[in-house]
């Protein structure tokens, strides 16, 4: 028998993606059953949001880790290699093993309909149970309720920011989209609701008080006290339950600081004392690309994945902090988003804005960009032409360039730098 090369094995799960979403829990369920229920075998901590739960798990996992548990993260989407997805400590998985269990798994895979998404979800929830974790960081992918991941019986769920986004798929008001998200609530276990509108408040609680799951709305629980940015990080003081939590946190921006209150409240819940020392260790120990990411430090180039309304509103508050309210935006955004909130967004930054496109079929060509009223004299032809003009236009030699829009600008920008290690 000839041993399948890992090539043809992730073009094969690649090939799973399918048109549109195909968002439907039994068929995971099946596929899991059939599995063994890997998911099972190690206490979950489940994290659902549109903007910060990417941020909010990184961080989770590395204080984790720093107190001494062996935790596995799984995150989505990913930046180069799907591998990056699925780690225990800062360790990816490896193609050895996807390659081994996604073709142990192929008949089933081919006989359920599994997705591209279910299948790393799997892979996840099975590599965790090899490596025999103490705990589990699992990031939902989309949405919540009918999201792959949502097979788990958490320890404890976390819902960060919600707002708009996917509304073809979520639905197209605030309340809808934070009901998709609720549906991680299992009965009896604790639910942490981090900064929300009110809307999103009321609809997390009435959805905990359905199901008597212990409800605590993080702002009320977590009291930021003190922020001080300098540098590429800032030194932030926390409250909870009459204990102060001083740390530096490696992350820019307020919204960073509301998804550490996050962490910080689920720690609390799972008994942890919370030990500043211990819990900037696993800061300093965190690797998390894509969230406001120094490429280069002369001149600054920064690379933040903020694709939505709502992540770019807090980037763009973020640089102002920094007080780099001249930062030149370079931005390339995806063809299946809605993009006009976030042209009107930039349309009052006070730097210069140039649009781009990223390699593939997914981006927003220069035809749309122009029918939505972008000057063409701002638009650049490729990542790099955009960052050749964006040096033309800098004004002075402290100014910086942040790179912006979506995750998949990260496998041509990456190579344009020196800081391209993915580990």
């Not at 003081?237 to 209150?261: D, K, M, S």
């Amino acid at each position: 028998m000839v041993k399948p090369d890992s090539k043809s094995v992730f073009d094969y799960i690649f090939g799973l993606t399918v048109p549109g979403v195909k968002l439907e829990l039994s068929r995971v369920e099946e596929f899991m059953n059939r599995l063994g229920n890997p998911h099972t075998a190690y206490p979950v901590i489940h994290i659902a949001g549109t903007n910060g739960k990417g941020s909010t798990a990184a961080m989770l996992a590395a204080i984790l880790r720093a107190y001494g548990k062996k935790t596995g993260l799984f995150t989505s989407p990913h930046l180069i290699t799907p591998n990056e997805r699925i780690r225990v400590g800062n360790t990816l998985v490896s193609d050895e093993f996807i390659v081994r269990k996604v073709e142990e798994w192929r008949v089933h895979i081919d006989e359920l309909g599994i997705t591209f998404f279910e299948v790393l979800t799997a892979l996840g929830m099975e590599y965790f149970k090899q490596q025999s974790v103490d705990y589990a960081v699992i990031e939902t992918g989309l949405g919540g309720r009918l999201d792959a991941t949502n097979v788990v019986d958490p320890v404890a769920s976390i819902i960060t920011s919600v707002s708009m986004d996917h509304e073809n798929i979520l639905g197209d008001n605030l309340s809808q989209i934070a009901g998709e998200k609720a549906g991680i609530i299992k009965s009896m276990r604790p639910i942490f609701l981090g900064k929300n509108p009110d809307i999103v408040q009321r609809v997390v609680e009435q959805k905990s008080q359905l199901v008597a799951a212990p409800y605590v709305y993080v702002p009320d629980q977590v009291k930021i006290e003190a922020i001080k940015s300098h540098g590429m990080s800032q030194r932030i003081r926390c409250t909870i339950a009459g204990q102060a939590v001083e740390v530096e946190l490696p992350l820019l921006g307020r919204h960073q600081v509301e998804n550490f209150t996050n962490v910080l409240a689920g720690l609390y819940e799972l008994g942890f004392s919370l030990d500043a020392s211990i819990i900037q260790k696993g800061l300093d120990d965190m690797i998390w690309h894509g969230r406001m990411q120094a490429l280069q430090k002369e001149p600054l180039v920064l690379y933040d994945v903020a694709h939505n309304p709502e992540g770019l509103a807090r980037l763009l508050d973020a640089l102002q902090e920094l007080g780099r309210a001249d930062t030149i935006i370079v931005a390339a955004f995806n063809a299946r988003k809605n993009i006009q909130p976030m042209l009107d967004l930039l349309n009052k930054w006070s730097g210069e804005v140039i649009f781009t496109a990223f390699s593939g079929h997914s981006a927003v060509e220069k035809e749309v960009l122009l029918q939505l009223g972008v000057n063409p004299d701002m638009i650049a032809s490729d990542l790099q032409t955009a960052y050749t003009r964006s040096l033309e236009l800098r004004s002075n030699d402290r100014q910086s360039i942040c790179f912006i829009g979506s995750h998949y600008l990260a496998e041509s920008l990456f190579p344009m730098f020196d800081n391209s290690d993915q580990s």
